[in-house]
């Protein structure tokens, strides 16, 4: 392996002839290095070259994820380009202009890989709560100012994530097998009927864009 290179939820493994793998893990994947690979769920195996025994494992129980291979990682790059938004990490391609067009809801257009790439329903939720917007706000009636807010409290949200190696709800785990810690860290998400941090009342729970959503009806306007 040459490199990894990385875009929204998406994994590219780089080898050395120039060739690279897309892995993106889904609702239940997971790269696991191991010492024996498990019997279920696995879908590929890699010998590790100077891990002695130890492999990595694809296991995907649920089957929402994939690999998908390049010829060249130039061609990983520009499909990337194409298909993509801005990396929600990344400050300096933020699409704060395009968050504010259309009349979809922002929650919705959150999780646009399009838009911007690597914001899932967990850090949506987290991001709108943070922000003090609803996720059922129409795109179009956001300011300027409530857009960048929103993209700049996903950032932080999933930064923050990553230094606690992740939100471990169900399938979530660092390649050894342990668990990510930024579960505790959860203001909103999956916290229905359970009081809001921020002003005691129950939060409320609907479905936007088909995901399971939850918010405050005080703190967030």
Same mark, same amino acid.
């Given at each position: 392996?040459?490199? !990894?290179?990385?875009?929204?939820?998406?994994?590219? $493994?780089?080898?050395?002839?120039?060739?690279?793998l897309?892995?993106? !893990?889904?609702m239940?994947?997971?790269?696991?290095?191991?010492?024996?690979?498990?019997?279920?769920?696995?879908?590929?195996?890699?010998?590790?070259?100077?891990?002695?025994?130890?492999v !990595?494992?694809?296991?995907?129980?649920?089957?929402f994820?994939?690999?998908?291979?390049?010829g060249?990682?130039?061609?990983?790059?520009?499909?990337?380009?194409?298909?993509?938004?801005p990396?929600?990490?990344d400050?300096?391609?933020?699409?704060?202009?395009?968050?504010?067009?259309?009349?979809?809801?922002?929650?919705a257009? !959150?999780l646009?890989q399009?838009?911007?790439?690597?914001?899932?329903?967990? *850090?949506?939720?987290e991001?709108?709560h943070?922000?003090?917007?609803?996720?059922?706000r129409?795109?179009?009636?956001?300011?300027?100012?409530?857009?960048?807010?929103?993209?700049?409290?996903?950032?932080?949200?999933?930064?923050?994530?990553?230094s606690?190696?992740?939100?471990?709800?169900?399938?979530?785990?660092?390649?050894?097998?342990?668990?990510?810690?930024a579960?505790?860290? $959860?203001?909103? *998400?999956?916290?229905?009927?359970?009081?809001?941090?921020?002003?005691?009342?129950?939060?409320k729970?609907?479905? $936007?864009?088909?995901?399971?959503?939850?918010?405050?009806?005080k703190?967030?306007?």
């Amino acid at each position: 392996m040459a490199s !990894l290179e990385r875009r929204g939820k998406q994994l590219g $493994i780089v080898v050395d002839d120039g060739r690279a793998l897309v892995v993106q !893990l889904g609702m239940s994947g997971q790269l696991l290095v191991m010492h024996e690979a498990p019997a279920t769920h696995r879908h590929v195996t890699w010998s590790l070259s100077g891990r002695g025994a130890e492999v !990595l494992v694809f296991r995907d129980p649920r089957r929402f994820g994939g690999i998908v291979p390049h010829g060249r990682v130039q061609a990983m790059l520009d499909r990337w380009e194409r298909e993509l938004g801005p990396d929600g990490l990344d400050t300096a391609r933020a699409p704060v202009e395009r968050l504010c067009r259309g009349a979809r809801h922002v929650k919705a257009a !959150l999780l646009d890989q399009s838009l911007v790439a690597g914001i899932g329903n967990i *850090y949506a939720d987290e991001a709108l709560h943070a922000a003090g917007i609803r996720p059922s706000r129409r795109c179009n009636r956001l300011t300027h100012d409530e857009a960048a807010r929103v993209l700049e409290e996903a950032r932080r949200i999933m930064r923050r994530s990553v230094s606690q190696g992740g939100t471990s709800l169900r399938d979530h785990v660092l390649p050894q097998g342990d668990p990510g810690a930024a579960r505790r860290l $959860i203001q909103a *998400y999956g916290r229905t009927g359970l009081p809001c941090h921020g002003c005691g009342l129950p939060l409320k729970g609907g479905r $936007i864009a088909g995901r399971a959503t939850t918010w405050c009806t005080k703190c967030q306007r």
